[in-house]
């Protein structure tokens, strides 16, 4: 990684601002793995010509 | 019409309340044991109780109020009433109101008598602590307590209509009636609370300080009864079969 | 990538989820390691990339939701489709306002020393939306045909979010010593934040279209299914002749 990627890196309360960002990717993650299992389920039952979007 | 069917369903309401002495032989006792824990959790000799009286006793209108819109409903569901009233023709507004109308009567007694409960028991003016400020009952202060009860009342039971007719019926009913009315009422309960202190001179308030509250009390009465009589409409309308 | 054989994925979909990918860890890179930290915030103005975009978001989300749930309502737009955008709305604007409140604690422990602060109305307002929509999608769990679901849980919506300005006018007012909020001091505004802000905004928005679209998909496949499930079970009780005369759908029937 090049220095100026690292100039900054936060030196003041580092737990709390990395479990933000923990939070908020594991969140999104959770979201996004929630509706593409569902997707997955339910298009195996539909059959690929009756999908409503396509 | 509108105002017809008001009178109409608030009449049968507050016949049928009158006729099981529900409100009279279980709310109130409710609202007085609440109280009583209250006093027995917030020591009253060290005058925590005389400084929380405000909001106690508007947390217990809330809870009082959660149970009488529950009762409200549950002589609708009982034998499909609410669906003979809805295929009456009568006016959805009408029915709102009235429903309304009579939850709010109830209130009123029950919040009169719990007034006078509170400051009867919880000592508001601090004489058996020996903490309380230099304080009077004047004219202005029973008027604005009086005026307040009655200012944030509509509101309170349009609210309760509006979500016992919502819940109505399903199974889910005790447990999310609380959960959908308490948070939407939070404006009533600040501005009683802050009527309250006025009124008993609490915090260094004024009674004059009061009246502003008395506003967002009107204010919020004026938003909830005018948004529940649009929505019951749609609420209650007849399902399409 | 070519088109798998099953799920809700399209090409659209799949160019706007990598985007949100990448838009993330991009804005973690940023946020983390290449932005100075901030003259008056210092390091913690670096939860504010999250903070911000996430509040601005939930707000999208549930107006989103509440528009779609007028639409319902009225009879003349009256359409399934409403119905299934406020449901799918709602439940992004509950996870946005939960980051929202959760990195917003954390920020306060290190600004105000404290998680919570009951005299900040935007605090204590955001709580009461949060409790407000989880209100709201315990309405969805409710027995009752579909319109009937719909119809209740547009008028929770409707209401949640008028009340939602009455309750925060209302805190603002009952805490006379309301402190000036932090977000509006001069100092933290600067050209870094503005970028970060507008990147995560950005960022949010990507993936709560993505996620939109995924979401309405899925029900509109659940409402397919069900359709057919109820069909099938019909036909069968016929054919046992249970119900001889089972000709009216139920309102549940979708199509």
Not at chain 3, 112 to 119: I, K, R
């Given at each position: 990684m090049s220095a100026a990627l690292l100039a900054y890196v936060p030196t003041e309360d580092v737990g709390m601002i990395v479990a933000a960002y923990t939070l908020v990717g594991v969140a999104g993650a959770g979201l996004a793995w929630r509706v593409l299992r569902k997707g997955r389920r339910l298009t195996r039952r539909v059959p690929k010509e009756e999908w409503p979007w396509t | 019409m509108i105002w017809r069917t008001a009178r109409l369903v608030a009449a049968k309401d507050l016949r049928i309340e009158w006729r099981s002495r529900v409100a009279l032989a279980q709310v109130l006792p409710f609202a007085i044991v609440t109280l009583t824990l209250f006093a027995f959790a917030l020591n009253p000799a060290g005058g925590l109780l005389r400084a929380a009286t405000p909001g106690l006793y508007w947390v217990t209108i809330l809870l009082i109020l959660v149970l009488a819109a529950q009762r409200a409903f549950v002589v609708e569901t009982a034998d499909g009433a609410l669906d003979a009233l809805r295929l009456s023709g009568l006016p959805p507004a009408g029915i709102f109101l009235g429903k309304a109308w009579a939850l709010a009567v109830q209130l009123w007694l029950l919040e009169a008598v719990l007034a006078v409960g509170v400051i009867v028991l919880y000592d508001p003016t601090g004489k058996i602590a020996?903490?309380?400020?230099a304080f009077s009952w004047t004219v202005e202060r029973a008027v604005l307590l009086v005026i307040a009860g009655l200012a944030a009342t509509p509101g309170l039971a349009a609210v309760g209509t509006l979500h016992g007719a919502l819940a109505a019926?399903?199974?889910?009913r005790d447990t999310l009636l609380p959960l959908l009315v308490l948070p939407i009422v939070v404006p009533a309960l600040l501005g009683g609370v802050r009527t309250f202190e006025a009124v008993l001179a609490l915090?260094?308030?004024?009674?004059?300080?009061?009246w502003p509250w008395v506003g967002l009390l009107l204010g919020f009465s004026l938003v909830a009864v005018v948004v529940g009589t649009l929505a019951f409409g749609p609420l209650i309308e007849e399902d399409p079969s | 990538m070519t088109s798998s054989r099953?799920?809700?994925?399209?090409g659209a979909t799949r160019v706007l989820g990598l985007a949100t990918l990448a838009m993330f860890v991009a804005l973690l890179a940023f946020g983390l390691f290449n932005s100075p930290a901030d003259a008056v915030q210092r390091d913690s103005v670096r939860i504010l990339y999250l903070h911000v975009p996430a509040a601005e978001m939930a707000y999208v989300a549930f107006i989103v939701a509440a528009v779609s749930s007028a639409a319902y309502l009225w009879k003349r737009t009256r359409s399934r489709a409403w119905d299934r955008v406020a449901n799918a709305s709602v439940e992004l604007g509950v996870v946005f306002t939960g980051i929202t409140l959760a990195t917003g604690m954390m920020w306060g422990r290190i600004s105000?020393?404290?998680?919570?602060?009951?005299?900040d109305a935007r605090l204590v307002s955001t709580l009461l939306l949060f409790v407000m929509f989880l209100g709201y999608l315990a309405v969805r769990r409710l027995d009752g045909n579909d319109d009937q679901r719909a119809r209740r849980s547009a008028v929770v919506c409707l209401v949640a979010i008028l009340d939602v300005p009455l309750v925060h006018y209302s805190v603002e007012w009952f805490?006379?010593?309301?402190?000036?909020?932090?977000?509006?001091?001069?100092?933290?505004?600067?050209g870094t934040f503005r970028f970060l802000h507008f990147w995560g905004l950005v960022t949010f928005l990507l993936g709560y279209v993505w996620l939109m679209m995924h979401a309405n998909r899925i029900a509109m496949l659940e409402d397919k299914v069900a359709g057919e499930d109820l069909a099938v079970a019909i036909a069968e009780r016929q054919r046992e002749g249970?119900?001889?005369?089972?000709t009216h759908g139920t309102a549940g029937v979708a199509g």
């Open positions: - | 020996g903490t309380g400020p019926g399903s199974r889910a915090n260094k308030r004024s009674a004059s300080e009061g | 099953t799920g809700t994925g399209t105000w020393g404290v998680y919570w602060d009951w005299a805490q006379t010593t309301h402190p000036v909020s932090s977000l509006e001091t001069p100092g933290a505004i600067d249970v119900v001889p005369g089972a």
